[in-house]
């Protein structure tokens, strides 16, 4: 096959890559510039977005005798994941990018490019794996569970999973790692990237304020309404968030607060004891499904978060599919609107929906 | 599978047979062409049989060439030189006139000198072809010639391949007393370059068929002008750094032969690249030719292909085994519009959507044919792919 391999300038996508060689693909090495200048982004080796990114992407690219090319998709970056996170700080969610990023950049607008020049799959270095099922490609949880990726993986439908290709799938990080020692990958003992790779700093609360402006408002205590202290803009608060409220967070009684909602509306933040956060119904919007809606209740699991454990639930499609309901088997805490909840039949990635709202019998 | 199809002479010219023979002489013999003793001084006459076969080639005294680690520095070292040297002489030259269409090599320490320096620069406009309005520049000259520190124009553009008027710019220069500084990275080999015409003159090596880190600035004596590289003073002080007496005389035989071929070898590239423009124009839908069609560069042919992303072009290019260029080099490998393109009036999504083929002395008629096997397929599925949005 032609493959298009998208190198970061990491070792995951430098291993995931060489796997491709290794299997007798024609391999060309793609590095995204995602930045509208590459230095306004993180800087330093981390995340995908710097000179330095890109100059160990072609490193590897060399190493491996594979053409390499820059493309520049900033500008849909900006529009696609960037305006559209901080598009959802200001309604008070907490969005994802890596799965919006995973949607519309990876693959949809390389991917679509891609195969228009006529390659046949995109290959990265996610931790997830693609099996071949009865009904066809399925998306299943990687090997490693400490570095599996299905849930940023969890927006993708059959069509992108049929030009998506996951070498990585089926090894664990330590062995990727020293497989791209033993290759003479120089990026093998790059740091993991963390945090979000449009952020500098990794402060995301100053970042928001930049962009969204400051919108002072009060910090309420959701079960008294007594008003606790004062912020400067609700959306750099998160559901379940503890640290950062700058109200001596124990109550009197020594009891931690948390952020139990965010009203942007009226620029209000609620904390309240943790029992608050707990919730046993999750509804979520704009469901992405891998292959075939679903028609019949699952009991299945969902995951909540990036790194969240799963959780046992029901789950079932209602208003004629354009919402989705779980009913967990047991609490989960700290739902955030605006997170995705990836929906899993065991292993497999059945699909993944928006949380719009949370609730507790 | 077959050679790579080199359609990217204006990039990088493969080495000549008398370069290498002369290159690789040198590389073996041991001498500092600056020490008193005689491995220092065969090295010098090395160096010295070469100053003045550039020399003689570009029309000027072996004394008026100061060698340089090629046409960035010496585009460099004449444009920060000229300006810091002929302000501190006189603070009231603090204009800069440049073509709009500059290599980085110029344009970048233009822009520099303005950001940082306090130069007022000007930009010349070109027209629609990329040749500089010789009018406008007339006009800016006319109006307080004594305010200008130097006038740069190249000589012939390395993305379109448009030649300027060079001997009308430098009779207008002259004229009004101002220094005039040409890049001539691209034109020297190709036509006839007689540095005495101007004032300063930058050439590179690797270009001509010569090595690469190496190359030349012709300055005129008697121009005072600020180093960038203190040290040594090896040539003339203007430029410190021990001389690379191979290089050097791998870079003048280089010259030397491009110059005893050059009329009957531009003569047949030229024959070829218009061969490569009517069959492409004529065979494939939506193409334009840029730059001027009478006043070129013998090898360059730069096409704007509808409705393609010419990174795309580029990629299934390499992949058939066709190498070219966007004609504009960037950071990061992330293509912009090119300053030239813009500068002619070309709509950007155009701009983005060109290619520079460009031929030069190892070039065949087949390497016209194989360009020609291999791009209706590829501009079918560019166009399908789309431009870049």
């Known amino acids: ?111 679509d490019r891609s195969l228009a020049l006529g390659f046949d799959a995109v290959a990265t270095g996610h931790y997830a794996r693609i099996v071949d099922g009865a009904a066809g490609r ?138 608050l956060l707990e919730v046993d119904t999750v509804v979520g919007d704009r469901p992405r499904w891998c292959g075939r809606a679903l028609d019949v209740p699952l009991e ?53 929906v928006t949380i719009t709202r949370s609730t507790r019998a | 599978m077959l050679d790579a199809v080199y359609l990217d002479h204006a990039a990088t010219s493969p080495m000549r047979a008398e370069a290498v023979a002369a290159m690789t002489a040198e590389l073996t013999a041991v001498g500092n062409p600056s020490s008193l003793h005689t491995s220092g001084r065969r090295a010098r006459r090395v160096v010295e049989e070469s100053r003045e076969s550039i020399a003689s080639v570009l029309g000027v005294s072996a004394g008026d060439v100061v060698f340089t680690s090629g046409g960035t520095e010496a585009d460099n070292l004449a444009v920060k030189g000229l300006y810091r040297a002929r302000r501190a002489a006189d603070p009231r030259r603090t204009r800069i006139l440049a073509s709009a269409v500059e290599h980085h090599a ?51 553009n390395n993305e379109v391949g448009t030649t300027q008027p060079m001997a009308e710019i430098a009779a207008l220069c002259a004229e009004h007393g101002v220094p005039l500084h040409s890049d001539a990275v691209q034109a020297l080999g190709q036509l006839d370059v007689d540095a005495s015409t101007v004032d300063s003159l930058a050439v590179s090596g690797h270009k001509v068929g010569g090595p690469h880190g190496v190359g030349a600035l012709v300055l005129r004596r008697g121009l005072a002008l600020e180093p960038l590289l203190h ?54 839908d939506g193409v334009t030719r840029n730059g001027d069609p009478v006043d070129n560069l013998p090898g360059i042919a730069h096409l704007s292909f509808d409705g393609c992303a010419g990174d795309a072009l580029l990629l299934l290019l390499d992949a058939a085994g066709i190498e070219c260029s966007r004609g504009s080099a960037c950071s990061a490998g992330v293509p912009r519009p090119s300053h030239v393109l813009l500068a002619m009036g070309m709509d950007p999504v155009v701009a983005m959507s060109s290619l520079r083929f460009s031929l030069g002395h190892t070039s065949q008629p087949s390497d016209v044919d194989r360009l020609l096997d291999a791009l209706p397929g590829v501009v079918a599925r560019a166009r399908r792919a789309g431009p870049v949005r």
């Open chain 2, 106 to 156: 110029v344009l970048d320490p233009v822009e520099h000198l303005g950001a940082t320096e306090g130069a007022d620069v000007h930009w010349l406009e070109v027209d629609e072809v990329g040749r500089l309005r010789v009018d406008l520049l007339e006009k800016q000259l006319a109006s307080d010639p004594e305010s200008i520190a130097l006038v740069t124009v190249m000589w012939a």
């Open chain 1, 300 to 352: 299945g699991q969902v995951q909540l978060r990036a790194h969240g454990d799963p959780v046992a639930a029901v789950v079932e499609v209602v208003d004629g599919g354009s919402q989705v309901v779980a009913h967990l088997r047991e609490r989960a805490r700290g739902v955030a609107p605006g997170q995705a909840m990836v929906v899993y039949d065991g292993t497999r990635v059945v699909g993944s």
């Open chain 2, 231 to 284: 040290g040594g003073g090896q040539e003339r002080d203007v430029r410190s750094g021990t001389l690379d007496a191979p290089a050097i005389a791998g870079f003048a035989a280089a010259v030397l032969a491009s110059d005893a071929d050059r009329v009957e070898r531009t003569a047949y590239v030229r024959a070829l690249r218009d061969d490569l423009v009517a069959r492409v124009t004529s065979e494939i």
């Open chain 1, 138 to 275: 399925e998306l299943h949880r990687a090997v490693d569970p400490a570095k599996d990726q299905s849930y940023v993986l969890g927006v993708l439908d059959r069509e992108q999973l049929a030009g998506a290709m996951f070498p990585l799938g089926d090894s664990l990080k330590t062995e990727v790692r020293a497989e791209a020692a033993r290759r003479g990958l120089l990026v093998a003992d790059k740091p993991d990237s963390h945090d979000i790779c449009f952020v500098p700093e990794g402060d995301t609360g100053a970042w928001l304020r930049d962009r969204i402006g400051a919108a002072p408002g009060d910090i309420v205590d959701a079960e008294s309404g007594e008003t606790l202290g004062h912020h400067d803009g609700a959306f750099a608060f998160t559901v379940g968030q503890r640290r950062g409220l700058g109200i001596g967070t124990p109550t009197p009684e020594g009891a931690r607060r948390y952020v139990v909602g965010v009203d942007t509306g009226t620029s209000t933040v609620m904390v309240g004891p943790p029992v």
């Open chain 1, 1 to 111: 096959m032609r493959v298009v391999a998208a190198l970061s300038g990491g070792v995951d996508s430098a291993v995931a890559a060489a796997r491709a060689v290794d299997a007798g693909h024609d391999v060309t090495g793609i590095h995204l510039a995602l930045a509208r200048s590459p230095q306004s982004h993180r800087t330093g080796a981390r995340g995908c977005c710097t000179l330095e990114d890109a100059r160990d992407a072609r490193r590897v690219a060399d190493i491996l005798g594979i053409p390499f090319y820059v493309w520049d998709l900033s500008e849909r970056f900006a529009e696609d994941v960037i305006d559209d996170f901080i598009e959802e700080y200001a309604a008070g969610r907490t969005p994802n990018p890596c799965l919006r990023c995973n949607e519309k950049i990876k693959f949809t607008a390389v991917l």
